[in-house]
């Protein structure tokens, strides 16, 4: 059994879009350009790393990109028996499942994506990886930070992102060095899944109770549990409960496992859920497709 899974922000790159523009699933891409009033495309082709790494163009670039993606793989006639995404990809992961429609999903990410921008405008935060020590290790570097640093991302056994006001985090990345971390800083315009996006709350909760969610076609791991979910009406509650607490991805991996899955599909522009998967799960099988070459190599044709 197959699952898609779907990065967040942060996988952006300058250019991601070029590969797809001669493929009928660019047509997506007007889509969501219509939906949001915005030229979407240029994102995709001609945005500079700089302009992708602001949080209102990073995560609908990486949103438009996935339902490329998704739609390319549905013309290819694959199938899967999950989904997930991590943080702004599980947006696109209620997409694949038949949660959210295109444009309904699109309305969500645009409104999503501004209120986020606009929390880190006025709360300066920061994020870091931490490489090598476990969640309970972690956790323990983040409390020396005196309120200042979250555990933000729990990726993968020994990969967690911890995120929080500058100071907060450069405490707890000190005291992450000093159990033998490796620590990486990480180009992000804010601290994400934690109570610094408290702001954009309201503006999001908003939105998320004016869209229609229906019951999945198919079971979604949601960040916030780790836990399979089918009921559309579940949905409102898990995403406005997202956006400040930490994404539980190495829960989430293995609740798949538990489910049977014996593939996972990353559909983005790179591998990173892949590695993240490989390091988790490491019996499951593993295919990565950002480019309609590497769907033609899985079997299908965009």
Known sequence: MDALVFPGQGSQKAGMGAPWTATPSWSVVAAVSDVLHRDVGTLLLDADAATLQATRNAQVAAFALGLVLLDAARRADLSWSATAGHSLGEYTALVAAGVLTIDDAARLVGERAEAMQEAAHAEQGTMAAVLGLDHEAVAACCAVAGGGAWMANDNAPGQIVVAGTPGGVAAAAAAARERGAKVVPLAVGGAFHTPLMARAQDRLDS???????????????????????????EWPGLLAAQLCQPVRWREGLLCLERLGITRVIELGPGAVLAGMVKRTVPAIALASIGTPDDLAALGGTA
Do not use: E, K, T
Not at 208 to 230: G, I, S, T
């Open 207 to 233: 939105a998320l109770q004016q869209a229609p969610f229906a019951d999945a076609a198919c079971v979604v791991v949601a960040n916030v549990d780790a836990r399979p979910h089918q009921d559309g009406g």
